[in-house]
């Protein structure tokens, strides 16, 4: 099994900054990571992708220019450091990890059915 524990989540205000880890222990940390998150009342989205190198990174529209994914594979650690925060950024933010192990050069970060290993999330709150 694929541990994933969250952390860094709070109470920031518009226009301010955040980053979150995620540490994974137990199955191997060589796959595809991403970060979904869910704002009351609205759909979990996949806001960010990883591919296991770290070489190819996907961005959704609304956090492009303003968010940014990176992973420390020797520390079994994913970062999403989010600038410019808004009061929309508000939501729920899970850490998952992919099915595949060595993931085609990023093939699969857009596609949200292909993260099967989840945290347990962390609220992120931007006030206006």
């Known amino acids: 099994q694929l541990q994933l524990v969250e952390s860094g989540g709070g109470l920031v205000q518009t226009g301010g900054s955040l980053r979150l880890s995620c540490a994974a222990s137990?199955?191997?940390?060589?796959?595809?990571m991403g970060w979904f998150r869910q704002a009351p009342g609205k759909e979990r989205e996949l806001v960010v992708g990883?591919?296991?190198?770290?070489?190819?990174?996907y961005y959704a529209a609304s956090v492009k220019g303003r968010f940014t994914i990176s992973r420390d594979n020797a520390k079994n650690t994913v970062y999403l450091q989010m600038n410019s925060l808004k009061p929309e950024d508000t939501a729920v933010y899970y850490c998952?990890?992919?099915?595949?192990?060595?993931?085609?050069?990023?093939?699969?970060?857009?596609?949200?059915?292909?993260?099967?290993?989840w945290g347990r999330g962390t609220q992120v709150t931007v006030s206006s």
């Open positions: 990883i591919s296991w190198s770290g070489g190819n990174t």
């Open positions: 137990g199955r191997t940390f060589s796959r595809q």
């Open positions: 998952a990890a992919g099915r595949r192990e060595y993931d085609l050069g990023g093939l699969y970060l857009a596609q949200g059915d292909e993260y099967s290993y």
